[in-house]
């Protein structure tokens, strides 16, 4: 790397109208300069409302995705680890009861014993708790043999049947989403998170951490409850409110969003923490046209149809009937 010389390391202050970067004499141009204002450049034009990218912005927090996709099956993603995973339908591990109508989304074993991290305001009732799957097939060195396998990626607490018409990401009250940088989420923080009654945190929290923490065997199976076979750890029962927490494993130590889907009318449908990060959706093929006998447009995708509706055995090819009239 070369070196910078003593009399390189200083320069006199330029006076106005002769700034370097400016400076038609320090480019050796023997002009000045002429600056031009143009019209500003168009908007997105794909519906978003959002300035084009030659436009500065200020940072925006990390942006929901297709949360609703994930509970949905058929549905085919890739975590980018496996390249191709369908989505199953969602798993349902019981139900929550949250009475006080406040639903707290929190890691239980980081509490500081200022209350839950994020409430979500509901009415109150008993809630079916879910996992949102997906399966995929991959080669496993070890047996020597494909494998299928049948991973989690979110978990909801479901609220309402209704779709989700938006998302967004839970916050605290003195939260600001100005001042997160690019991409950035407000979360909750460790390897366990968990739902829970807001109104019921502090014995709520106590039953949890005698529960699986410490391993208590004398406790009340009507207040301490396993889960075994599922993201889901644990269940607690405050006997007093009737009130429950259910604790989740994530996958590992980090932060995790909380999202909270409403729908068109602007009430909350369900509450989502990503237990790993948000899976792409894979695009099906586009559907190729085909030449057509009976009209000027048919279309048809390029998966096969079943052999007998229509298809010539063996040709891999659309046979021309009264049923099926297109050819290739």
């Known amino acids: ?50 300035a084009p990218a030659t436009c500065w912005r200020p940072p925006r927090p990390v942006q929901p995705g297709p949360i609703g996709e994930l509970f949905r099956p058929g549905v085919r993603v890739t975590d980018g680890y496996h390249p191709e995973m369908t989505v199953v339908e969602p798993r349902r591990t019981g139900a929550l009861r949250v009475p006080s109508g406040l639903l707290a989304v929190s890691g239980p074993d980081s509490d500081d014993g200022d209350g839950p991290h994020i409430t979500v305001p509901l009415p109150p009732g008993e809630y079916v708790l879910e996992e949102a799957q997906a399966r995929h097939t991959y080669h496993c060195e070890w047996e ?17 049947e209704s779709p989700a018409a938006t998302w967004e990401m839970a916050r605290r009250p003195d939260d600001d ?12 923080d460790g390897a366990t998170g968990s739902f829970a009654d807001a109104g019921a945190w502090e014995p709520l929290l106590a039953l949890f951490e ?15 409850e396993d889960i075994s076979d599922s993201v889901y750890l644990l269940r607690t029962r405050d006997q007093a409110s009737g009130g429950e927490l259910a604790a989740f494993a994530t996958t590992g130590d980090g932060t995790y969003p909380v999202w909270v889907g409403s729908s068109e009318a602007g009430k909350v449908v369900g509450v989502v923490v990503l237990v790993e990060g948000m899976p792409e959706l894979l695009i099906p093929p586009p559907r190729r046209p085909l030449t057509c006998a009976t009209q000027d447009h048919c279309w048809r995708s390029d998966a096969h149809p079943p052999f007998g509706a229509g298809q010539a055995a063996g040709s891999g090819r659309s046979a021309v009937t009264s049923e099926n009239p297109c050819r290739t």
């Open 144 to 160: 020597g043999s494909e494998v299928t396998c049948t991973d989690t990626m979110a978990v909801r607490v479901l609220i309402s």
């Open 1 to 50: 790397m070369s070196r910078v010389r003593d009399d390189e390391r200083w320069t006199d202050r330029p006076v106005f109208g002769e700034w370097p970067l400016l400076s038609a004499q320090v480019h050796g141009l023997t002009e000045p300069p002429v600056f031009e204002i143009t019209e500003a450049a168009a908007a997105a034009d794909d519906g978003s409302g959002l």
């Open 177 to 188: 989403p100005r001042l997160l940088r690019e991409n950035e989420i407000f979360d909750t």
């Open 210 to 224: 005698k529960g699986l923490i410490q391993g208590d065997p004398d406790l009340d199976p009507d207040v301490n």
